[in-house]
């Protein structure tokens, strides 16, 4: 299976972290109205770290020094533009956005693992 994991390189792990980061979008919107519930997000960067790792190479062990860091679940609260008097920190309108901007970004990786795919099948019948 290592041929299949050079040829989606880190765009599995990609489309994994996506589809956490609507989870997270979704539990939010789910929580907007639970007094004191604080809105997550997924930072994408820090959640890749460790995957990019694996695929860079070095000549030197110094080279990738300064992503050889603690790990990092990658989970951030969010900042609200406006102060609830619940404490609850969900503002719907941002989510709701966030979520259709992750939708997209999700859809866009999944259609490029497809045209991944598509490629390795027409390699292998010889098109």
């Known amino acids: 299976m290592d041929v299949f994991k050079s040829a989606f390189g880190i765009h599995e792990r990609a489309l994994g972290v996506r589809s956490q980061r609507m989870e ?3 539990r939010n919107i789910a929580n907007a109205d639970t007094p004191n519930y604080k809105a997550q997000d997924v930072d994408f960067k820090a959640m890749l770290k460790e995957a990019k ?20 679940n990658g989970m951030r609260f969010r900042t609200p533009f406006n102060s609830s008097f619940d404490g609850n920190t969900v503002e719907m309108n941002v989510e709701q956005a966030q979520y259709g901007k992750a939708a997209g970004e999700y859809q866009a990786t999944l259609q490029f693992l497809e045209n991944r795919i598509s490629g390795l099948r027409k ?3 010889g098109e």
Do not use: I, P, S
């Open 24 to 26: 997270v979008l979704a």
């Open 53 to 72: 790792t694996e695929y860079l190479t070095a000549t030197n062990d110094k080279h990738y020094a300064g992503l050889q860091e603690a790990q990092d």
């Open 123 to 125: 390699a292998m019948r």
